[in-house]
C-alpha cells in the first residue's frame, strides 16, 4: 500500500447523509444514545479532533440508518429486513471495533475490522448488481465441501477481487491485511516491530524490539503510528463508500411465496389491532345507514393497508 500523509479534512454535509434530515426527536434519540454509549470511546487520546468528528459522524449516520429501514415500521419482520439489520449492525461493529484497537494498539482487532468492513462492502455491491443472489444468498450452502451438491455462497476473496483497486484500494490492501492477520512471516516481523534489511551471510537480520512488561503487544512509535494512520483513514473512506452502497440496495423481496403469506398476515393482524376504533365505527356506520358492513370493513382495512403501504415504504 502507497502510504500518504495524514489528511486534515474535516466532515462535510453531502446529500447522501441522512442524520440531519431526521426529525428533532428523532435526532435527539440518536444523540442521546451516542452520547451514553459511544461517545467514551470515540473520545481517545490517539484520534485527532477532526478523526473524532468523523466517527461521531459516521455512528450517528449508521444509526440514522438502523433507525430509518430496521426499526422503523411494523412489528412484524421479512428477510430483506433482517438482513439490512445484518448489514448495519455490523458496519457499526466494525466502528467500534476499530475505535477499541488503538489504545493500546490491538494488530488484530484493527486488522479484522477493516477486512470485515471490506468484506461487508463487496458483498453489498454483488446484492445492488444481483438482486436474484440477494433474495437466495440468506439460504445458500456454506460448507464448501458440498459445492457440488448444493448452490454454494460465492466465496468472499471472489467479491472482494471484483473490487478491484479502481473506487478504492480494496483488493490490494485486503491482500496486505491478510498477510498481517495470518502467521506469515510479515505478520510475524509486524508484532516484533522487527527492522533493519536482511544481510546476505544472515547475520543481523532484525532489530526486533521486545516489551520487558507485555502491557502492549505493539509499542506506539513514529513507523508504527503512521501505519495505523494510514490504515485508519482508508477505513473511515470505507465507511464513506459503505453508505453510498447501502442506500444503493432497494432490493425488496420475499425469500418464498409462504413468507409473503405470512408477511401479508402480519400486516393485517397488526392493522387490524392498532386501528380497531376505526374499523369498529366503519362497521357500526355502515349498520346505521343499512349498507354492506362486510364491504364498509374490507374498504376501510385496504385503505390503512395502503398508508401503511406509503408510510413505511413496505
Known amino acids: 500500500m502507497k502510504h500518504s500523509k495524514r489528511q486534515p479534512e474535516w466532515p462535510e454535509e453531502h446529500a447522501h447523509y441522512l442524520f440531519k434530515r431526521l426529525s428533532r426527536s ?30 461521531k459522524h459516521y455512528l450517528k449516520e449508521i444509526h440514522a440508518r438502523y433507525y430509518l429501514r430496521v426499526v422503523k415500521g411494523g412489528g412484524y419482520v421479512k428477510t430483506s429486513r433482517l438482513i439490512l ?9 466494525n466502528i467500534r471495533a476499530i475505535l477499541l484497537s488503538l489504545e493500546p494498539y490491538n494488530l488484530t482487532i484493527f486488522v479484522q475490522a477493516i477486512r470485515s468492513q471490506i468484506e461487508l462492502n463487496a458483498l453489498l455491491k ?32 471472489t467479491l472482494v477481487n471484483k473490487l478491484g483497486n479502481e473506487t478504492l484500494p480494496y483488493k490490494s490492501c485486503y491482500d496486505e491485511l491478510s498477510l498481517i492477520l495470518h502467521p506469515n512471516p510479515s505478520a510475524i516481523k509486524f508484532y516484533a516491530q522487527a527492522e533493519g534489511t536482511p544481510t546476505p551471510d544472515g547475520e ?44 444503493s440496495l432497494k432490493n425488496d423481496f420475499y425469500i418464498n411465496d409462504m413468507e409473503k403469506e405470512q408477511f401479508q398476515s402480519f400486516v393485517l393482524s ?11 365505527k366503519a362497521a357500526n356506520s355502515a349498520i346505521k345507514n343499512n349498507d354492506d358492513v362486510t364491504k364498509s370493513v374490507n374498504h376501510t382495512i385496504q385503505r390503512i393497508l395502503k398508508n401503511t403501504k406509503d408510510n413505511d415504504g413496505e
Open 26 to 55: 428523532e435526532r435527539f434519540t440518536i444523540s442521546l444514545v451516542y452520547f451514553k454509549t459511544w461517545r467514551r470511546i470515540v473520545n481517545l487520546k490517539t484520534l485527532k479532533k477532526n478523526e473524532r468528528a468523523y466517527f
Open 85 to 93: 439489520n445484518y448489514l448495519i449492525s455490523k458496519a457499526n461493529e
Open 126 to 157: 454483488k446484492y445492488i448488481a444481483d438482486a436474484n443472489y440477494h433474495q437466495k444468498h440468506i439460504e445458500l450452502n456454506e460448507d464448501r465441501s458440498k459445492v457440488k451438491e448444493f448452490e454454494t455462497v460465492i466465496n468472499i476473496n
Open 204 to 247: 543481523g537480520l532484525f532489530q526486533p524490539r521486545i516489551n520487558y512488561y507485555f502491557d502492549e503487544t505493539i509499542t506506539s512509535t513514529k513507523k508504527y503510528d503512521e501505519w495505523f494512520n494510514n490504515y485508519l483513514w482508508l477505513f473511515l473512506s470505507l465507511i464513506e463508500h459503505y453508505l453510498i452502497l447501502i442506500d
Open 270 to 280: 397488526e392493522v387490524i389491532n392498532n386501528n380497531k376504533k376505526e374499523i369498529l
